[in-house]
């Protein structure tokens, strides 16, 4: 989903355009009712001429090259400082005379500038995220010393000149606490730990991908049944004719696709979160890489999960060891692609349609659902391990999560460490054999996944959110 991409470099702060409802009262005094983002997609009704199709190529593969450019010029610590709010790069952008020398339309340059710093920004997140975890674990360190690095690592400012080994000067308040945490340890030893990580963690970014681009509302009218998109001639457009008639006011983003001779309109919508007075259940899930969504009722959806799943991986399988043994007189990835993407299409379409199975039938007013742990090594059975690293579990999590806003149901995951071996009757630990669940306390037997979404909605019930849980293991 391209959401944040759509709206997270527009002026007005995101929070007010898209993900909470209108503030001002609507008619007769009466708050509206909360809107929500959503993607939909629109498609070409007919295939575009090579000219049309060339031209937009250009504009890609241009938006692929600035990005590279932002990339390399300020995916450094030399630009840190530079990143927040982002007006300086703007600035030396537009003095780079990058622009010109492409012959590439404002609106095009300056989306894909934003993007690819929300890329930078992002990566620098996730540095600065694997540095806390580090520093969380590292048992040379004694709590002084975690306390600074925590410190530096949260203070923009700080981690910037620690980084660049400048003197670190903040505001009188932090600069006081600052000082503080600094003269209970050794600070250069500490600075000179962050910079190691920072060179071994952070990656320079770059892409090959000119497959699309982020398209601005100045830059493309519907009309006569399609769109017309501006291009790098002067007052022209390319018309694409599309299967619907509906226009929208917002940053689209134009996906190409040219094996079809086609493009793929992803445009942001706010649709109305309806409520239902019938929804009033409670219900406990277990997720699954043979039956997708179990409930603590014993209710199954996606019962034919795992056979779409298995056909897939077997594929994926059976064509690798083919481009293997051929990587030397391959013609190409394109026809493996286009069938990848036509597999991913189908289990997607499928996972959705079980997903809106489930709330029509369950009518649930809270969903209780297990924070699954992170993937771990695979095991011995490659068949397997090929499988549960293609299992959709991510894609099934968010689209539940969006289904639910849709709808006004509230999702809660529940700690989820061994849930699958307590019994759900009497609490004790039981065992799991061949699909089934056995307490030899109690003598309670049923399928292992209805024990467990009964277990995620007891512990869901008693307030026991996941990271209530985490803290507390």
Known sequence: ??????????????????????LALGEGGKMPREKICKTVHQYNREPLSDDTMGKLLEIAADCCKVKNYVYARYGGIGSLAKLYPGYTIQNEMTASGLRE???????????????????????????KM??????????????????????????????????????VVLKKTMQMQYDE????????????????K????????????????SVSEKAYRYKDHGIYLATKENRKRVFIPLTDNNAYAAQIYVKLEPERRGVVIHAPVRVTVRRHEDYV???????????????????????????????YAEWIRSEMGSWYRNRENNPGRKKHNAKKQRYEEQLHSYINGELNRFLHEEKPKVVYLPRLPKAQEGGVNKKINNSAVLWQRGYIRRRLEQKCREHSVELREVFAKGMSVECSRCGAEGKKEQGRFYCPSCGFSTEDKVNAACNVKKRGMRGFSANEGMRKS
């Not at 580090?134 to 981690?159: D, M, T």
């Not at 945490?181 to 190691?196: F, M, T, W």
């Not at 920072?198 to 681009?213: I, N, Q």
């Open 1 to 22: 989903c391209k959401n944040y991409t759509f709206c997270k470099f527009r002026k007005k702060p995101l929070k007010t355009r898209m993900f909470t409802g209108f």
């Open 101 to 127: 020398s492409l012959g590439l339309p404002s609106v095009y340059f300056y989306l894909a500038l934003f993007d690819a710093l929300g890329d930078i920004r992002g990566q620098w997140a996730r540095v």
């Open 130 to 167: 694997k540095l806390g975890e580090l520093v969380g674990k590292n048992e040379r360190f004694c709590q002084e010393e975690k306390h600074y690095l925590r410190f530096v690592l949260k203070i923009s400012n700080a981690f910037t000149a620690v980084l660049n080994q400048e003197p």
């Open 181 to 196: 945490l600094a003269g209970a340890v050794d600070v250069q030893k500490l600075h000179y730990y962050l910079c190691r």
């Open 198 to 213: 920072v060179r071994k963690y952070l990656v320079r970014l770059h892409t090959e991908s000119a497959d699309g681009f």
């Open 281 to 311: 259940n409670h219900v406990g899930l277990a997720m699954g890489m043979t039956v997708m969504l179990t409930t603590d009722e014993g209710r199954q959806y996606g019962a034919e999960f795992g056979s779409y799943q298995m056909e």
